[in-house]
């Protein structure tokens, strides 16, 4: 045995570089594992553990303001809570800020603590005197409201300004940019001044020792119906709802995350066997001498593991913490755009198992050669020298022979497959980081394209909301006043019954050109006229219709004859959701009341879409909402993209290492041909060109199935993501990639691989001949 | 006859383990000679060799191959004056083990940009290997790899062919055969410089033996190769008859 | 005494004449061994003398006697062929001699005497080359064998000098230091 370790450490230190190697690449992984693990491990169900730690309600209900208080401190009993908080007095509240109008639930509560649904201050303090707010921060971050900002409360007639002194994270609400009506806190002593009488109603909170089922949350529903007033219960949200919505947004962030991390070790497993396999065989000929001395195969196996095992286990010791720490940040900024209020978690049994993992797939990659070493004989070795070596690759150097490409070139390419199974392994850590780039590029770009899709940007410019009290004639004529405005599409909500559909289905009615709002259909065509209508997939599937199929709705009482035209891509609806879109003409007939709520216009070209804001919202101050189109929350989906392309990017890094890695043991392997070569007249350029045309032939192979290997698992991805709202994704939307950019990407790729294959490659070219060749 | 190699005062130190060492050599050679440069190991015979062929500079001294003072020549130089003027032989042969013997014959044509597969069959059919083209260096007999090694060398019709230690692998009926060979080319006009430590192969074809000792030459005998009868030879001759 | 064996042996093979002897004796011997007749005569009166040899018949023509191998003699040259050869190194050449004599006489030019020694052996195994290669072309290949033999010779007579002047070499190189 210490024969094993002495010989083990000596060549460690006379290897030195290839140590350096298996450590930064180590290194490189281990930290890309561990951060990845970590992202997983908090996002695997970062819901369920927020909302465990915050003591969320399993089910928030509403109660008409008429309602006697004190009959509702009886209902937690009733149906069996374990906890519960309230009656709080909420209300609706509109305050304008910076321009914009908003509208939150506003409730009374005096502290955040409590047994049931806490509240985690992210920023500021809880409001301590009547004219102070405390916001959520997902609104706060989506409409940019900053601590200190005054908020005009509209909804009174006595207008009073509240200070916004604190940011919360509830885990009992939507997150803004998912959709919902946030929440607001002001001290119960304000509450008066800031709601009319019969506008306030009273929230419960309850929760219980185990998550109740869907079912059991029905039924309590049921209880609580039948223990107050009728009609007493004006709403209420369970944890499962909440959930669900929670989890649309995070489930596509998790699958890119995992399938990342996979990438990350497969690439790592792919070098480190690599780099092994390189030590072997450049000790090929000591381990004929090993043996000869009297080293038993399991002692010489040993030799090689130890010598791998020593430089991994320290880059996992230095790595595994030091990603653990570095992860945090991106644990933050990953819990900010999830909504939930960050804790700093180390968890150690995470790091021992990335650190078993690491050693434990190094060991593997190690074992592998190392038993081919262990079982060599040592006469054929210490005759031969130098490893066998391998003839495959003919195929390519006839066929870059035949393209008359120049011989540094063809035989560049020889060498790069002349060990087919290290070529293969390259070519993996290729493949894996440009697809991951690749795929990264466009997960962030598709989110992007999404938000921008679900606000027309590019087709429309400016969307004026209107408050009831102002007519859609005077609105319409103000609009269409203005000299910019080029078209003008206006929206209306409605809710139409449909048959099969239990809930009244949310229906968009618009008048004017809404064909070029651009909504995308996944099948069939926009609807034309009367009578027409598109919907989305969850629709038709849920109410078994096809495209051509008519159905019976109805608005108001009044029956409404709709034939399905198209289906159109979605994700406002939701999960499980439905929605229909339809012509102003088919709606009003049945609703004669039918008024848009908000108006998209396009301005004509070259129009100055702030200075027509302006201008809009001072006519009339009060009762328009004027906002330039925008995707909305976009700090979400910078943090995404910071999350996939770094992660990316590391895996680009690891490819690279890779390829030098490959090249660098190439060509110390055949130093004895390079210098061969040298003297029938090769060139220092023309070795330079060699060794680098083995480079880049890799990354360009690797670049060539990466890019629609890629593409294809981009396009995966995003039809989930479509599922998740019931669609199928259209063509269009997969083109996210310009045809250069597809192009440039391997081009990049080779262009760095040589770069990264020329270091060896100066060193090859420097080659001393005399020494190498009169050393045998 | 004209001068095609020359050596000036030519040192030549190595640093370390490396034998071989020069000291002060100066020699020419003539275009059409068959030279031996003999030798012990580590007499700094191969060094001359190394030195005339580009592979390695002097430390002093000046080296001119065809009128080129090699010392004026930049790396790439170099690799393009042995391209063009130098064919050079190993006792290890030195084939690409990844490439055929064909491929490996084509290398330095190819490296010059040059395509002569006709070149490379002639040569593998004069060195008598025209069944080995598509073999690679592995299933190929010692024999058959140095002439491989020699077809490849003469590829690109160098000026001047180096061999060193041509036979030093190769037992000595394939030796014979290989020495054969380049006295061979040498009736046919080529220059060689021989690297041996054998005596024996160094006078079978070279009229002209240059003896290398402690980095110095000792000896630059110009060897006679008249038609003798035998008796002007061996004389065998048992005792006197006696009466 | 591998003049009377050889005679023997030509004899062995059929009976000849003497001049027959002194033909096939220089043939066998490629010329490296030449004899004249008179030893061929006296060479086979001493082994008619000893009973191996014995004539074949009547003096023919011009007073020609054919001589054969007599039972003795084939008994005397199986037993010559079998036995090994012993007895002390032979050194023939003076340069023995005059290596001895240079390291005794002040002056005696050892380097000249081994430098020029050396070029002898050289021009001497491109002779032996040479007659080697000739041999072979002819299908001699037992000559081809013989002149083998003296190439070695003269090669280790060569490393011989060459080790002795790498001596002087060094005991210089010690004495200038």
Known sequence: MTAVLVKAFRDLRRRRLQAVVVFVTTLLAVGTGTIALTLIAQTSDPYQTAFEAQKGAHLVVDFDGKVDPGALAGTPAAIGASAFAGPYRATDMQFQSGGHKYTVTTIARDNPGGDVGQLRITGGRWPSSSNEIALTRSFADLNHVSLGDRLRVLSVPQASILTVVGVVVDIDELRADVGGQQHAWV?????????TKGASFYQMDYRFSSDPTSA???????????????????????????????????????????????????????????????????????????KAVGFTPTQVIGVFVLQILVPTATASVIGIPAAMVLSQPLLASNSQALGLAYQPTYSPLLGLLALAGALLIVTIAALLPAFRAGRLKPAIVIANAAAPRGHSGRWLRRLASQARLPRSVVLGLGDATARPVRALLTLLAVVLGVATVVVALGETRTFNEIYSYEGHIGKVDVVVAKSPALADADTTKLINSQPETGRVVAQAFANITAHGIADPVNTLTFRGDSASLGYLLTSGRWFSGPGEVVANGGFLQDAHLNVGDSFTGSVNGAALKLRIVGVVYDFTSGPGGHILMLDWTTLAAGVPDLFPSSYMVTLKSGSNVDAYVRRLAAAQPDLLDVQAASTGNTAFLSVIAVVLLGIAGLIALIAIAGIFNTVLLNTRERLRDTATLKTLGMSPRQVIAMVATSGGFLALLGGLIAVPAGVALYRVLFDQLSALGGNTTPPSFYDVFATWELIAIPIVGVAVAIAAATIPGRWAARTNVVEVLHAE | MSELVRLTEVTKVYQGGITGALNGVSVAVEKGEFAAIMGPSGSGKSTMLNLVAGLDRPSSGTVTVGGTDLGKLGEA???????????????????????????NILIPAQLKGNVVPGRARELLEQLAIKEVADRYPALLSGGQQQRVAIARALINNPTLLLADEPTGALDTHTGDQVMELLGELHRHGQTILLVTHDAKLATRHAARVISVMDGKIVDDARLESPDRTASEVIRVRGEEVSR | MSLKYGVMGLLAEESLHGYEVKNRFEAMLGGTWEVNIGQIYTTLQRLERDGLVRPAGPRGDRGKLLYELSPEGQKALKQWLAQPDSGPQQLHEDIYVKLLLATRIANGDLDGILARQKRTYLQRLRDLNRLEER????????????????LLHTEADLKWIDELSSERFGAERASTK
């Open chain 2, 77 to 103: 130089g170099l690799a393009r004056f042995r391209r063009d003027h130098i064919g050079f032989v190993f006792q290890f042969f030195y084939l690409l083990p990844n490439l055929t013997a064909l491929e």
């Open chain 1, 216 to 290: 059991q949350l029905q039924a309590h529903l049921d209880t609580l119906r039948a223990s107050v007033p009728p009609d007493s219960i004006t709403g209420s949200i369970s944890y499962i709802f909440a959930r669900t919505v929670f989890h649309i947004s995070t489930e596509i962030l998790t699958g890119v995350l995992v399938a990342f991390s996979v990438f990350a070790l497969a690439a790592t497993a792919a070098i480190v066997a690599n780099l092994v396999t390189g030590i072997v065989i450049s000790a090929y000929r000591e381990i004929g001498i090993m």
């Open chain 3, 135 to 150: 041999a072979r072309r002819d299908g001699r290949i037992d000559l081809a064998r013989l002149v083998r033999g003296a």
């Open chain 1, 187 to 195: 001290i119960e002593s304000a509450f008066a001044s800031l709601t």
